[in-house]
Every structure is written in C-alpha cells, then in structure tokens.
C-alpha cells in the first residue's frame, strides 16, 4: 500500500476550528474504509472517526461526537477531518489510515504499514 500524508494541523485556541486532511495513494484509498486516530504525549493511539468506503456510514469516538465531522473525496483520494470546539484536551498528533472494525472497535487494518508524519493539533486554554 502507498503513503498517507495528513495535513491541515496547527495551534489554535479553545473553542476553534481546524480542518484536517488525508491524502493517500489509489492503491491505499480505494474500496478502504479510512479512520483517523490521535496520539496525545505519554498516551496510547486511540481512535477518533471512521468513514466508510461509499461514505454512507460514519462513527465517531464519545470525546468528539457532535464537534468533530469526517468526510472523504474518493475521486481526490482524500479523506478529511472538520474539527469544531475544540478543546485542550483534543491536542495530539493525528494520524489516518485504512481501517476496520476488530475485536468491537475501529483499528488500523493490520496490512497497513505505510503510515505518514502526522498532523499536530495543539489546542491553547
């Protein structure tokens, strides 16, 4: 599978908006529900929202239900990320990716290995 690379990250302040994108490779995007995950210091990867292939079907962690919005472009091959509301609590790296629903929770799909840099989200008080 090709490359993703995230962008759209910054600093900004509580309550702002930011809106983040993922652009991937034909070979990656195609026919892959695609899910972004955060990775705040000192904690582990956790999921944030997924989107599935047609784009008809969406599911969003707890923490960002009803701020956080994603949506893809398959003809672009890009998937994104509207973040409204946002908190201090919100600030991570984000990190896309291909993804499925294992063991009851959206994972990145275990045949993915080409992740991309990220995006840093810091979110000021």
């Known amino acids: 599978q090709g490359q993703v690379v995230e962008s759209g990250g910054g600093l900004v302040q509580a309550g702002g908006s930011l809106r983040l994108s993922c652009a991937a490779s034909g070979r990656t995007f195609g026919g892959a529900d695609m899910g972004w995950f955060r990775q705040a210091p000192g904690k582990e990867r956790e999921f944030v929202a997924a989107?599935?292939?047609?784009?008809?079907?969406?599911d969003y962690a707890d923490s960002v239900k009803g701020r956080f919005t994603i949506s893809r472009d398959n003809a672009k091959n890009t998937v994104y990320l509207q973040m409204n509301s946002l908190k201090p609590e919100d600030t991570a790296v984000y990190y896309c990716a291909p993804s499925t629903i294992l063991l009851g929770r959206w994972q990145p799909r275990t045949d993915f290995r080409s992740w991309g840099q990220g995006t840093q989200v810091t979110v000021s008080s």
């Open positions: 989107i599935s292939w047609s784009g008809g079907s969406t």
